[in-house]
């Protein structure tokens, strides 16, 4: 076995494994493994993700706002007099659509209760009766 080692040397597949494990030496000094280059683009994937996720959050808050503001805004606008009268209208043209009556009850205008606050009394005060009498 000692005898075929120089043979084995000299062939060609042990100086392409021999300048292999120099080269893998080399890159383990200076850190460039395998496994750092694809840290390194791991990390440039995940950094580019993040920022793409932020404004994808970004845009995705912005039409959140944007849909409750037309929401508000159409709930304001159907609350009001005119449009209150466009639903009415718009009833009708569903129950002649459907070839039914459309009897609706005319709202009521009651007025608006308002809550009443009440005085509070120190211990100085006397009560609004005892005053009076």
């Known amino acids: 076995m000692y005898e075929q080692c120089p043979a084995h040397k000299k062939s060609s597949n042990h100086t392409k ?23 390194k683009e791991t990390k440039m994937k995940n950094g580019h993700w993040r920022e793409v996720f932020k404004l994808l959050e970004y845009v995705d808050v912005f039409c959140d706002v944007e849909m409750i503001v037309r929401t508000r805004q159409a709930m304001i606008e159907r609350r009001s007099d005119k449009g209150i009268q466009q639903i009415l209208v718009a009833a009708h043209d569903l129950c002649n659509s459907i070839e039914t009556e459309s009897e609706f009850q005319e709202l009521e205008v009651r007025p608006q209760k308002k809550k009443k606050q009440y005085g509070y009394e120190s211990l100085d005060e006397a009560p609004p009766k005892e005053i009076q009498a």
């Open 17 to 39: 494994a021999y300048e292999l494990r120099l080269e893998f030496s080399k890159s383990i000094r200076l850190g460039r493994t395998v496994n750092s280059k694809n840290q």
